[in-house]
């Protein structure tokens, strides 16, 4: 495989030519927030709007989990309006986010926690009007309870159960503020055609997924 260099934040790298900018960073120990995307999906749907970076020649941030590294790339990656763009829409996301850190079960191992430290803001956003969902628990599934007041609409598990694993039991529906991740017919999950596998779970930034109990399927590698 042809290799390319490149710079991120002054820091000399090499990697496979036509890898995402988001996964080089990543694995070279340089940290860029993102929730939606996913090493396995060759086409990332940039959803979340978190990974923003600026690169030398462009006039606009760009998106690092859908930008294509290219030899003599100059990234920066905390640059003024990436940042701006990205703690914008963070805060957006938290203004309907519920926060009770302390009795979630993602609490200290949370995607959300770790891009507040990152960009350098509060869980518990004063810049726009908190509007919470108050939406019902569903915990029909023997295996995994999911909470859609903790989901982030990154689309993980959609991915992984139809994309991935070929079973298609969960899907996006309705637009704007009433989007939610549902089943055919908004059945509860327990009752649809869950292999009970767990990717879901292990792929889900939040704690909108999570195991009963500790429980984790006989056959998972998570």
Not at 113 to 132: D, E, N, Y
Request: charged residues 25%.
């Amino acid at each position: 495989m042809k290799t390319v260099s490149l710079t991120i934040d002054g820091k000399k790298i090499t990697a496979g030519a036509g890898a995402k900018l988001l996964w080089v960073a990543l694995d070279n120990g340089i940290y860029i927030p993102n929730l939606c995307a996913l090493r396995d999906n060759p086409e990332p749907d940039a959803a979340c709007r978190l990974c923003f970076v600026e690169v030398e020649g462009k006039q606009e941030p760009v998106t690092a989990c859908t930008e294509d590294i290219t030899d003599g790339m100059v990234v920066n990656t905390r640059g003024e309006n990436a940042l701006r763009l990205a703690r914008t829409g963070f805060e957006l996301l938290m203004a309907s986010h519920p926060v009770d850190c302390a009795n979630c079960p993602a609490n200290r191992s949370c995607e959300l926690q770790k891009i507040a430290r990152h960009l350098g803001c509060k869980l518990k956003t004063k810049r726009f009007r908190q509007l919470l969902r108050e939406l019902p628990v569903d915990d029909s599934n023997p295996l995994f309870t999911y909470d859609p007041n903790k989901c982030v609409l990154c689309g993980r598990c959609l991915w992984v159960c139809r994309q991935h694993l070929g079973a298609g039991v969960l899907g996006f529906a309705h637009r704007g503020f009433e989007r939610v991740v549902t089943t055919f017919a908004d059945e509860p999950i327990g009752k649809d055609r869950c292999l009970e596998c767990g990717e879901c779970v292990s792929v889900c930034p939040t704690g909108a997924l999570s195991f009963k109990d500790g429980k984790k399927p006989s056959n998972s590698n998570i």
